[in-house]
């Protein structure tokens, strides 16, 4: 038996490991806003060096259509340029240090091409980047063929008014098809819904999005902050710190006057409330990777903190993460989620159960119909403030330093307490008929739905008004 001759073993990609497999991972929604990424990633490019301001991305635009046939996203943020043609159209980063010392969010150099296999089959790429503009071909011959890896390149017919890029997918794949034609009603107001939130802080510093012709508003979440000299006033609970090149603020507070048990016993509060943005936002570099979570990834439930409740409505976190090295960011590969696992983010989230814990005692000691009342005035008194104007609030404060793990600097407010929070209340309780609490309870209320616990309080608060006479 003649021995058998060991070579080489081939270790080379499979196309269709691209172009099926890694598109499974991703929802078409979290495909298109990763095409969005990279057009806030251009400008921040062709903005290198300059002075941040207020509104960076003043004047940028990205144009998305969605039709039955085809997808198209033009961007005026600044072309691809032609000097990084042998990296932007391979699968993966070549060129690692290509943003060195830029905020970007881009990576692992897969999202535009992930984003083309998830959507359609054949696609064009047109991008204008000064004197260079050039059209590139994706085919659905290139996408079988195993063997050929390059993709041809035209010089651009005409130019551009402004520098920029369009990505045109047609021979949609067909549960794309099928979202964009039957349902497209309905997808598009969910991805509008999306880029409202997600993009909100980008909206807010000047970028504009189209979806089908519309400007999609931003979705901003505003933290009641009082300007007064009161020392015990309603303000955010508010960290900062810098560590490992990785700028982070955390800001935690009310949204708006907290529900009154009335309002959450009726189910009133949600319906109320529409724009339900109670919880937590975390930013990663303007892009908001997780939106007014509720659950124990931003530490609801968990370690002191109560579980999230309607009571709880009023109250809305965001965390910024900010690097210049977007590997530092605590985000995920797809980056719409957060690292759970992430020392860093680990860390900040004590900080986040910290500054939470205030707001859900306030909402817990101001209970009761009279508590409840003077609670919103406070609130009310508060104006609401962006995330932005918190920090130029906040610089005017005094900051203590955090000397725990993670050094930061952090204002702690004083949140008014009502005056027997300290211990010198007594709980009253008793039991009556059904039928005589559903009489009584028809008696005080307009609508129905209320609880015995509630009956009972509004007949102790309407006896107590009648004594005080
Ligand atoms: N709209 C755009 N404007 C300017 N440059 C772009 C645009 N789209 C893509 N590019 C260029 O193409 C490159 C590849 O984009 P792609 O989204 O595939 O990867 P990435 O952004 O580098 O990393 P990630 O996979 O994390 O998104 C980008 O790094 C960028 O240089
Ligand atoms: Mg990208």
Known sequence: MTARIYNNVPAHPVKSFFVHMLTRDISVSDAILDLLDNCVDGIIRKNRGKKEGAAPYKGYKAQITIGKDSFTIHDNCGGIPWSLHEYAFRMGRAKPDQDAGLPVVGTYGIG??????????SCLIQTQNGKDAYDIELSPAWMRNEDEWNIPVKAAKTRMKADGTTIVVEKLNKGVAELFSDNAKSFCRDFEAQVASHYAFIIGKGFTVEVNGRAI?????????????????????VYTTRTNGVD??????????IPSEEEIAADQVEARYSSLDAGWTIVCNDRAVLYCDRTELTGWGEAGVPKYHTQFIAISGVVEFRSNDASKLPTTTTKRGIDAASPLYLQV??????GMVLFTNYTNKWKGRELVQQARSQIDDAEPFGIEEIKHNVAKLRLSHVKSRLRGRQYKPTLPMPAHAAGDSRRISYSKPIAQIELVSDYLFESDGHTPSLVGERCFDEILKEARK
């Open 112 to 121: 535009m091409k992930r984003a083309i296999f998830k959507i359609g089959q």
């Open 217 to 237: 508003s931003p979705l901003p979440t505003k933290l009641a902050f009082d300007k007064s000299k009161k020392t015990k006033a309603i303000r955010p609970f």
């Open 248 to 257: 982070v603020f955390l800001a935690v507070g009310f949204t708006r006057p």
């Open 349 to 354: 989230k004590n900080k986040m159960r910290e």
